[in-house]
Nanobody
Framework: QELLVESGGGLVQAGGSLRLSCAAS????????MGWFRQAPGEERAFVAA????????YYADSVKDRFLISRDDAKTTVYLQMNSLKPEDTAKYYC????????????????WGQGTQVTVSS
């Protein structure tokens, strides 16, 4: 059973929007820090955004700040990434991850990962 399942990726023109969802099958989902990372071909997986558990704060990479919005619905055990004003450089596979601690941007600190969803932004 996959614990994290992403959806919502696709092909979009530059300037467009997409909303990614990550459905989690995690006990005590509300306490997990949930993050989004992305990986473009030939590059390392990089932090995009995270949101703390128990009503914690949201954090963003500088490259997506003011364009992306992370949110969570603990009742639905789902985390979202609203992506606006998309650019070709946002093209990547986007991964959802769960972290039982409070670290938000260190990939190694995340305990669970989804399989990813592809986002392609055309110019």
């Amino acid at each position: 059973q996959e614990l994290l399942v992403e959806s919502g990726g696709g092909l979009v023109q530059a300037g467009g929007s997409l909303r990614l969802s990550c459905a989690a099958s995690l006990r005590s989902f509300s306490v997990f820090t949930m993050g989004w990372f992305r990986q473009a071909p030939g590059e390392e997986r990089a932090f995009v955004a995270a949101i703390g558990g128990n009503g914690g704060s949201a954090y963003y990479a500088d490259s997506v700040k003011d364009r992306f919005l992370i949110s969570r619905d603990d009742a639905k055990t789902t985390v979202y990434l609203q992506m606006n004003s998309l650019k070709p450089e946002d093209t990547a596979k986007y991964y959802c991850a769960a972290n039982f601690g409070s670290s938000y941007n260190r990939r190694a600190m995340y305990d669970y990962w989804g399989q990813g969803t592809q986002v392609t932004v055309s110019s």
